[in-house]
């Protein structure tokens, strides 16, 4: 059974910094792609960054130069660096496996930015 359980989140004050780690309960070349969604109440869902098994990554263009998805192949997980957060990033934030059959979701981490 694929899981995917994201850590890291918490309260941090505007313009901090705050790190997310997703770890995958199989390889993580399992997926075509991983990545992180975000929902802020009463938002619908949005995609925040992804990272392809090849290592392309693509950005929302709220969070592009401030935030990092990266991957760890040797531990199966994918993180994001957050960086200059803005109250505008609070969220729940998911990890998500992409692949050919369907997509694999965590249970969310919030973070909360305080102005």
């Known amino acids: 059974q694929v899981q995917l359980v994201e850590s890291g989140g918490g309260v941090v004050e505007a313009g901090g910094s705050l790190g997310l780690s997703c770890a995958a309960s199989v390889s993580i070349f399992s997926f075509n792609a991983m990545g992180w969604y975000r929902q802020a109440p009463g938002k619908q869902r949005e995609l925040v960054a992804q990272?392809?098994?090849?290592?392309?990554?693509n950005y929302a263009a709220s969070v592009k130069g401030r935030f990092t998805i990266s991957r760890d192949n040797a531990k199966d997980t994918v993180n994001l660096q957050m960086t200059s957060l803005k109250p505008e990033d609070t969220a729940v934030y998911y990890c998500?496996?992409?692949?050919?059959?369907?997509?694999?979701w965590g249970q969310g981490t919030q973070v909360t930015v305080s102005s």
């Open positions: 998500v496996g992409v692949s050919v059959f369907k997509n694999y």
């Open positions: 990272i392809t098994s090849g290592g392309s990554t």
